[in-house]
C-alpha cells in the first residue's frame, strides 16, 4: 500500500521566518512527487518533482527531492501571513498514476 | 474553460437518504478522480476513472458508488448516507500524458446528519 507521511503536521511561526516542510513516501513505481497548497477550497499546484527534475524554485519557495531517502522538503523563506495554508505533499506512481495524498501540514504564520 | 465543475456545492442529508454528486469537465481529460477530505487525514481517494465507462475502487470506496458514462462526467453517489460520510469531496482530473497533477474542482461540502 502507498503511503505519505508528512512532518510536522501544524507549525505556529512569526512573519519572517523561515520554514522547512517534510514528505516521505513508499510507492510503487514512483513517478512524481507533488506540493500544493491549500487555503480555503481546493488545493493549488505549486511544485510536481520528478527523476529528472529533483529541485524547483519559485520566489521563496523551493523543493528539492531526494529519491535516495525517499523523501522530499519544501522550504519557504521570508514567511508572510499569506503564507498561511495547509501544505499537502502528493505521490504518483502505479499504471493509472494515482496521487497519494499525505495528511498535510498546517502552517500558520503570526504577524 | 470551466476547467472541473462540482455541484452542488453545499449539501445537508438525513441518515439513509441517498444523493449523487456531480462532477463535469471540460478539457476532454481520461482521468478522473473522486476524493474525500477529514480534519487532519489529507485527501483520500474514494473511487478513480481511467476513461469512460470504466470505474476502479480506491483507498475508501466503501459506502460509495461511481458512474462514468460520458467521458466529461463522473458521478459520486450515496445509496444511504451515514454521519461518517461528512466530509469535503473533491472530483480531479487529468490528461493521460500530464504529469503536472490534477485540476480540482472547488469541491462539495457534504453533512449527514
Known amino acids: 500500500e502507498d503511503k505519505v507521511v508528512q512532518s510536522p503536521l501544524s507549525l505556529v511561526v512569526h512573519e519572517g521566518d523561515t520554514v522547512t516542510l517534510n514528505c516521505s513516501y513508499e510507492?510503487?513505481?514512483?513517478?512524481?512527487l507533488l506540493w500544493y497548497k491549500q487555503e480555503k477550497k481546493a488545493p493549488t499546484f505549486l511544485f510536481m518533482l520528478t527523476s529528472s527534475g529533483i529541485e524547483k524554485k519559485s520566489g521563496r519557495l523551493s523543493s528539492i527531492l531526494d529519491k535516495k531517502e525517499l523523501s522530499s522538503i519544501l522550504n519557504i523563506t521570508a514567511t508572510q501571513t499569506g503564507d498561511s495554508a495547509i501544505y499537502l505533499c502528493?505521490?504518483?506512481?502505479?499504471?493509472?498514476?494515482?496521487?497519494?495524498f499525505g495528511k498535510g501540514t498546517l502552517l500558520t504564520v503570526n504577524p | 474553460n470551466a476547467g472541473v465543475t462540482q455541484t452542488p456545492k453545499f449539501r445537508v442529508l438525513k441518515t439513509g437518504q441517498s444523493m449523487t454528486l456531480l462532477c463535469a469537465q471540460d478539457?476532454?481529460?481520461?482521468?478522473m478522480y473522486w476524493y474525500r477530505q477529514d480534519p487532519g487525514m489529507g485527501l483520500r481517494l474514494i473511487h478513480y476513472s481511467v476513461g469512460e465507462g470504466t470505474t476502479a475502487k480506491g483507498e475508501v470506496p466503501d459506502g460509495y458508488n461511481v458512474s462514468r458514462l460520458k467521458k466529461q462526467n463522473f458521478l459520486l453517489g450515496l445509496e444511504s448516507a451515514a454521519p461518517s460520510q461528512t466530509s469535503v469531496y473533491f472530483c480531479?482530473?487529468?490528461?493521460?500524458?500530464?504529469?503536472?497533477?490534477?485540476?480540482f474542482g472547488s469541491g462539495t461540502r457534504l453533512t449527514v446528519v
Open positions: 502528493a505521490v504518483g506512481g502505479g499504471s493509472n498514476y494515482k496521487l497519494t
Open positions: 510507492v510503487t513505481n514512483f513517478r512524481s
Open positions: 480531479a482530473s487529468r490528461d493521460t500524458g500530464d504529469l503536472h497533477g490534477y485540476t
Open positions: 478539457m476532454n481529460h481520461e482521468y
